[in-house]
């Protein structure tokens, strides 16, 4: 499906193949130190052939992604991936992750991603996401709080949970909420 960003380009937006590794392992190059920072919480400078198999081939139920892709773009770059991974102990529960490329952070990407992964995660009987933000990373904490979530405090990490509600009127009146009820619309289609 093509979604638009705030300012109104078109991105492509998919689930995850195995043969997107090059495009990952491209996208994460183009990640600032700080954005590798704040996606894996350690000083992770290169993808293993391992990490892009994990990240890529995967089940789709209990292990989700969505990749956002410029298609108007030379070789057609990745932007963004949202993924979950549903907690074994917990199966209403998954972790949930978010990364963009600097050069599209701020524009609404990772909000449009995360919705699509919500209607995603609803449809396999997820309940609830639960991520792990750095306190310095207020524009995602804010992004969370927005769509209803609890956050606690835990070891210097903020641990987020985020309502997954089955029916999209039920998310919060917020601009975040709105763009997920937006999203929903434009999935079901």
Same mark, same amino acid.
């Given at each position: 499906?093509?979604?638009?960003?705030?300012?109104?380009?078109?991105?492509?937006?998919?689930?995850?193949?195995?043969?997107?590794?090059? #495009? *990952?392992?491209?996208?994460?190059? /183009?990640?600032?130190?700080?954005?590798?920072? %704040? $996606? +894996?919480?350690?000083? &992770?400078?290169?993808?293993?052939?391992?990490?892009?198999?994990?990240?890529?081939?995967?089940?789709?139920?209990?292990?989700?992604?969505?990749?956002?892709?410029?298609?108007?773009?030379?070789?057609?770059?990745?932007?963004?991936?949202?993924?979950?991974?549903?907690?074994?102990?917990?199966?209403?529960?998954?972790?949930?992750?978010?990364?963009?490329?600097?050069?599209?952070?701020?524009?609404?990407?990772?909000? #449009? *991603?995360?919705?699509?992964?919500? /209607?995603?995660?609803?449809?396999?009987?997820? %309940? $609830? +996401?639960?991520?792990? &933000?750095?306190?310095?990373?207020?524009?995602?904490?804010?992004?969370?709080?927005?769509?209803?979530?609890?956050?606690?405090?835990?070891?210097?990490?903020?641990?987020?949970?985020?309502?997954?509600?089955?029916?999209?009127?039920?998310?919060?009146?917020?601009?975040?909420?709105?763009?997920?009820?937006?999203?929903?619309?434009?999935?079901?289609?």
């Amino acid at each position: 499906m093509t979604l638009r960003l705030r300012d109104g380009v078109p991105v492509r937006v998919r689930p995850v193949v195995p043969d997107d590794k090059a #495009l *990952l392992q491209d996208a994460f190059h /183009r990640l600032s130190p700080t954005s590798r920072y %704040r $996606r +894996f919480m350690s000083a &992770v400078k290169e993808l293993s052939a391992r990490d892009l198999e994990r990240f890529t081939e995967i089940d789709y139920t209990n292990h989700m992604a969505w990749v956002a892709i410029d298609e108007n773009a030379p070789g057609h770059p990745l932007l963004a991936v949202a993924r979950y991974v549903r907690l074994p102990h917990e199966p209403e529960t998954a972790e949930v992750a978010v990364a963009v490329v600097d050069s599209h952070q701020g524009r609404g990407l990772g909000t #449009l *991603l995360l919705g699509v992964l919500s /209607r995603s995660a609803a449809g396999n009987g997820i %309940r $609830r +996401f639960l991520a792990y &933000v750095l306190p310095e990373n207020a524009p995602m904490t804010q992004i969370f709080r927005d769509l209803g979530a609890t956050v606690e405090f835990e070891r210097d990490v903020y641990r987020v949970y985020v309502p997954v509600p089955e029916d999209p009127r039920e998310l919060p009146k917020t601009a975040a909420g709105r763009v997920f009820a937006a999203v929903a619309r434009q999935y079901a289609s």
